[in-house]
């Protein structure tokens, strides 16, 4: 089966830095895509990443390992507007997106 | 942000009856899709369509029906409303190709009550 394995919950202080990870079983791989959803609201695009490496965007950034189906996205110098839920999808061989279930961040001050 | 819009925002309505979402974009994108979200599922296809008149079942949907007959109209309807479907319903477009990847962008959500 398809499955995507993401931490169900993480806490982190504002200012400082969080890694969530995801993990990733598909038929097939056609890029990986990371959503911010904050409670209550849509999810929204962050990032997208279909070859090994890191992508960078501001204080976001995310990486990909295909050999490894894993990715995770990195956040920095923590403000508490992130304090979102954070989704992980896949995009199979058929162009699917296979959602996980959301790691939802906790920001503290 | 993509031009996109969910109608109604939130029903609560009784089991047994009709219900139908609309999802409406401006952006004129051939892909659309539409999603339940409930708590520690994430989000899960029901349906989606690849163009006018041009639909496709996603893995959950048994009970939900749609239809497209216009590029920007994608209709989600549940013949016969249960409790088990209650849950926050989004609709979600994409300017992808058949064998290309773009992001999905959302739409605000419509919240949904089966009492």
């Known amino acids: 089966g398809q499955n995507i394995d993401q931490p169900t919950e993480m806490t982190a202080t504002e200012g400082a830095i969080v890694q969530i990870n995801c993990t990733y079983q598909t038929s097939g791989f056609n890029g990986l895509f990371w959503y911010q959803q904050h409670a209550g609201e849509a999810p929204t695009f962050l990032s997208y990443n279909v070859l090994d490496g890191l992508e960078e965007k501001g204080r976001f950034s995310s990486f990909l390992s295909r050999s490894k189906g894993y990715s995770y996205l990195l956040l920095k110098e923590l403000q508490m507007k992130d304090s979102a839920s954070y989704l992980c999808a896949v995009t199979d061989s058929n162009y699917q997106l296979i959602w996980g279930a959301g790691t939802k961040l906790i920001i503290k001050p | 942000d993509a031009g996109i819009t969910q109608s109604p925002r939130h029903k609560v309505t009784e089991t047994g009856t009709p219900v139908t979402l609309r999802c409406h974009q401006t952006e004129n994108h051939r892909y659309m899709y539409w999603y339940r979200q409930d708590p520690g599922h994430g989000l899960r296809l029901i349906h989606y369509s690849y163009g006018v008149k041009d639909t496709d079942k996603g893995e959950v949907s048994d009970g939900y029906s749609v239809s497209r007959s216009k590029t920007e109209d994608f209709l989600l309807t549940l013949e016969s409303a249960t409790s088990s479907q209650t849950s926050v319903y989004f609709c979600?477009?994409?300017?992808?190709?058949?064998?290309?990847?773009?992001?999905?962008?959302f739409g605000d959500g419509t919240r949904l009550s089966i009492l």
């Open positions: 979600a477009i994409s300017e992808r190709d058949r064998d290309s990847n773009q992001p999905q962008h």
